[in-house]
């Protein structure tokens, strides 16, 4: 385990290397950069989940194990009345535990050790994910790969779940491909691999409308705006193919029933919302104000790349700012639906609805921080010709919001959390 830890994110660079993606003079030099901020920020996570080895942060991880199991035992998928991810959607497609079983077949481990290799697997598509697309967005691309331990560091709720092997998190990593090919042209390759992923972005539920969202909201905001563009005009990345793709799996298979049953609960929440008067309590922080800068930092960059775009809607890069003002908008949108139903406890059941808006939210929001810190932060610290005092500040800023979301017990769930949740199921 940790050879792979350090073995994949090289070979990963490397191949990109090879690929043309590492384009300016210190090319090599970025790579290694790169490896190594993949390892520092994935390697924390797979090692505390070692050190708790089978017991997870969410207690769907273990279901998944059980059905990886029964796939095992008796060679087909459990029919829904008895497989353990009752849930239409999933059962109809069981790509996770598909996915899973294959690992343990393949490699000859337990399913238990095959999450925690899809967990590796999952995070490294996901930062790899993020980095390829703000190497298509930024025209500066030297800062990318030190900003992404910030941006990841920083972001509490997105690296808490990113240490937990779930449909949703893998679901988000492909999300970042998937966008990735809004940047691309339409060629027969592009148009196949983009198909390819949005049938692999069925894995959840969420990941589709997530990803026609964003699309919707960047032709929404150039349009308003009456901005060219610097997208290509036919870009591989046509939102009619996952569209298609979506509604097809819903209509054919029993997914339908889940994701109306979904719908109906989303509904039901802002109905009852405005009548809402029991406000959660939220989990204990013993450094509560510290802890605050990071998701106030996300929150705040986001709002800042919102504001920055409408105050220069005619700026050079348009491609910056209509992307990068769709991503925000929408990480805005989630991470708020999200924040409302952690805050006030107004419906019982479906606690996902949290995660479902909040976890996206905060995906979405790592790419909005990411142009920001590389637009207007890292050129400052980077420039020798400014302030000094004014550059050792941002440095202390940003080593503070580091070390607050490090700090926050939801990046790292102590053992007792998982142990609840074991706790739970048993």
Known sequence: MLLTIVAVPLVLVLLLKMKGYAEHPKALNSTIILAIVLVVVIAPKILFNLGSYGLFADPDCTLYIKDSNLLSLTGHIPPPATNFAEDPYYSAYPAFTLIINAISQVLGVTSTMAMYIVNVIIQLMFWMGTWLLLTKILPQKGAISLSIIIAAFGNVYL???????????????????????????????NTIVFILLSIL?????????VLLAVLALEFGVQHFFRLGANRPLHSSANPFIPFVIY??????????????????????????????????????????????????????????????????QRQ??????????????????????????????????????????ALPGYALGAIGTLIVLNVAICPIILDEKQNRAVRAFLVLIIILIAVGGLLDPFAFRPLAWRLGILNTLT
């Open 201 to 209: 972005g069925l894995v959840h539920v969420g990941v589709i409308p």
């Open 316 to 357: 050079k890069h348009s491609t910056i700012c209509s992307l990068g003002a769709g991503v925000a908008l929408a990480a805005i949108l989630l991470i708020g639906v999200g924040t409302l139903k952690q805050r006030f406890d107004v419906m019982e059941g479906f606690g996902s609805i949290s995660r479902y808006f």
């Open 159 to 189: 690296y808490g779940y990113l240490g937990v092997p779930l449909p949703q998190t893998m679901g988000l990593s492909i999300l970042l491909l998937m966008l990735l090919f809004a940047l691309e042209r339409a060629t027969l390759g």
């Open 247 to 312: 509604t097809s799996y819903l209509v054919f298979t029993p997914a339908l029933r889940s994701f109306l049953g979904y719908f109906g609960d989303i509904l039901h929440f802002f109905s009852v919302l405005p009548q809402a008067t029991a406000v959660s309590p939220g989990i204990s922080r013993s450094f509560a104000f510290l802890n605050a800068t990071a998701p106030a930092f996300i929150i705040g960059t986001n709002l800042a790349l919102l504001a920055w775009f409408i105050i220069r």
